[in-house]
Antibody, heavy 120, light 107 residues
Framework: EVQLLESGGGLVQPGGSLRLSCAAS????????MTWVRQAPGKGLQWVSS????????YYADSVKGRFTISRDNSRNTLFLQMNSLRADDTAVYYC?????????????WGQGTLVTVSS | SYFLTQAPSVSVAPGQTARITCDGN??????VHWYQQRPGQAPVLVVY???DRPSGIPERFAGSNSGNSATLTISRVEAGDEADYYC??????????FGGGTKVTVL
């Protein structure tokens, strides 16, 4: 059974940093691109960042470019999102998602999400 | 940038058919994916590549795509189909793009 378990969310002040993790199991992690998607309270889905299966290539939404860094550790089946210079509009539930196959491909499994609140 | 437009809400009676549209420039040339998100839950992929369904998704969920509009059709609507539905495409200039979502209410 595929499982994705996010952690690392919480309350942080504007300008602060957080590192999200996503522990994956139930599939060959190193064979799949992975993605972070966020959802602000009461709002829709917003793609944040993706990383290829090897970790060699990364992609970012303009709104987070230069502030967020996606990475992965295929030996530990874990996806990361380092978030720096956080702003109030980064407040959201952050989901990690597995891409189906190939690159790019849709997201066939999602974690339950971790809430990030940026507030003073 | 590429944009996808969805109607904010659709209402449908049980047993009837719900049609959720997603408008985008020449979307018919792209692979469209659809997600269902029930309240308080993570999204679930229900249709991908326009009309394919992941295992476990009922045949009542069907996708189509042509011109400037894609459609997710839910036949024989049930109470459990009440959710937000999002379309998604990949665009070479914008990477992944989601529509704003359509809330389906079962009357």
């Amino acid at each position: 059974e595929v499982q994705l378990l996010e952690s690392g969310g919480g309350l942080v002040q504007p300008g602060g940093s957080l590192r999200l993790s996503c522990a994956a199991s139930g599939f060959m992690f190193s064979n799949h691109a992975m993605t972070w998607v966020r959802q602000a309270p009461g709002k829709g889905l917003q793609w944040v960042s993706s990383v290829t299966a090897s970790g060699f290539s990364t992609y970012y939404a303009d709104s987070v470019k230069g502030r967020f860094t996606i990475s992965r550790d295929n030996s530990r089946n874990t996806l990361f999102l380092q978030m720096n210079s956080l702003r109030a509009d980064d407040t959201a539930v952050y989901y990690c998602a597995k891409e189906l196959a190939g690159d790019p491909s849709p997201f066939d499994y999602w974690g339950q999400g971790t809430l990030v609140t940026v507030s003073s | 940038s590429y944009f996808l437009t969805q109607a904010p809400s659709v209402s449908v009676a049980p047993g009837q058919t719900a049609r959720i549209t997603c408008d985008g420039n020449n979307i018919g040339s792209k692979s469209v994916h659809w997600y269902q998100q029930r309240p308080g839950q993570a999204p679930v992929l229900v249709v991908y590549d326009g009309r394919d369904r992941p295992s476990g998704i009922p045949e009542r969920f069907a996708g189509s795509n042509s011109g400037n509009s894609a459609t997710l059709t839910i036949s024989r609507v049930e109470a459990g189909d009440e959710a937000d539905y999002y379309c998604q495409v990949w665009d070479s200039a914008s990477d992944w793009v989601f529509g704003g979502g359509t809330k389906v209410t079962v009357l």
